[in-house]
């Protein structure tokens, strides 16, 4: 049986077809661009398309002693994880990147209390992991340190906890600079008392917000109160209960939420008890995702990078995977504020 086309063409066939070497073929192929120039690589793409060149992925893999996968465990309670906004983006980012490159991502949500037991972690099928960890910080850091025992390289999103191992790097935002933009932005408004609306389960990334919220209203001459109030879980319902039955007894000048989804849930709860925003008290949400467009009035929040995030790690990744080190082992995304008219 006569072989197609796309089976017969070799990195041979289309180098010279495009007048380069080999290398300069692979270079592409692999997505290595940095070393090719704009038009030389414009060239190899055209010759790669007129030929139906196809790579093919299990030699390859098996040449450099790859799978050509990722894995990325992912703590959460909620069995829904992916419905999350910010991880929902974060993954898109870092999965798009790596699809780019001919890399899968293998994906695994486990309960905290299981991080170690989780398959993901024991497979060997994956060149590389990566991880999002939540519950108390000293879980987390055991779960830090065990994933730094594994070997592979690793990216931990979202921890402040440092690493000197050379085949780990984190990637998360500036989530305290962002709260002190709301504290600073709600000072304006000369505000006496706030509330952070959070979730019991704990992530570092919330902890820096109220971390950066409180040290810049510590530092203000107005000692402004600030008290924190823990929802059961990031429900909507139950953060709309928690915070209505608590504006029963006591209504603060502004609710600062840990995330635009329960922001949703406040204003909700504001509007059960015939409370106006920002008349009436100043509400504020955290990442910058698409529910600050839907609520009315439009949310104040703080815009975040997560598919950014997501790609970045990728591009670290291949780094280390064709045998350089990680160009950065820590590195930090800025966000911004949004002035909505929500506070």
């Not at 001459?221 to 109030?229: A, F, N």
């Not at 209505?244 to 059960?272: F, Q």
Request: with cysteine; glycine share 6%.
């Amino acid at each position: 049986m006569k072989r197609s086309r796309s089976n017969s063409v070799t990195l041979a066939d289309v180098s010279r077809d495009a007048g380069v070497s080999v290398m300069t073929v692979s270079n592409v192929v692999r997505g290595r661009a940095d070393l090719v120039k704009l038009e030389t690589r414009r060239r190899v793409e055209e010759s790669i398309a007129k030929l139906n060149y196809r790579p093919n992925l299990s030699a390859r893999s098996l040449r450099l002693s790859q799978n050509r996968s990722v894995g990325i465990v992912i703590a959460d309670t909620d069995p829904a994880y992916l419905t999350d906004p910010f991880i929902s983006r974060l993954v898109s980012g870092l999965s798009n990147y790596l699809s780019g490159r001919d890399y899968t991502l293998d994906i695994q949500g486990v309960a905290p209390e299981r991080f170690e037991n989780a398959t993901i972690l024991r497979k060997a099928g994956n060149d590389a992991l990566c991880a999002i960890l939540c519950g108390p910080r000293q879980l987390r850091k055991a779960h830090f340190e065990y994933l730094q025992k594994l070997g592979p390289p690793l990216i931990v999103f979202q921890e402040v906890f440092q690493s000197r191992a050379e085949h780990v790097a984190l990637v998360h935002q500036d989530d305290q600079a962002g709260g002190a933009a709301l504290a600073r932005h709600l000072l304006k408004r000369k505000i006496r008392s706030i509330v952070f609306v959070r979730p019991m389960l704990d992530w570092c990334a919330v902890e820096q917000r109220e971390k950066g919220l409180r040290s810049v209203l510590a530092k203000d001459g107005r000692q402004v109160e600030v008290k924190t109030l823990l929802a059961p879980t990031e429900g909507f319902d139950d953060v709309q209960r928690t915070v209505a039955e608590y504006l029963g007894s006591r209504v603060p000048d502004a609710i600062v939420s840990a995330t635009d989804s329960l922001a949703g849930a406040v204003l909700s709860a504001c509007e059960s008890r015939g409370l106006s925003v920002p008349k009436d008290i100043a509400v504020t949400g955290f990442n910058g995702f698409d529910v600050w467009r839907y609520t009315r009035p439009s949310l104040t929040t703080v815009m975040s990078p997560a598919y950014e995030m997501g790609s970045f790690a990728g591009e670290l990744l291949m780094q280390r995977l064709h045998g350089d080190p990680f160009s950065k082992h820590n590195t930090i995304f800025p966000v911004s504020l949004h002035e909505g008219e929500s506070a």
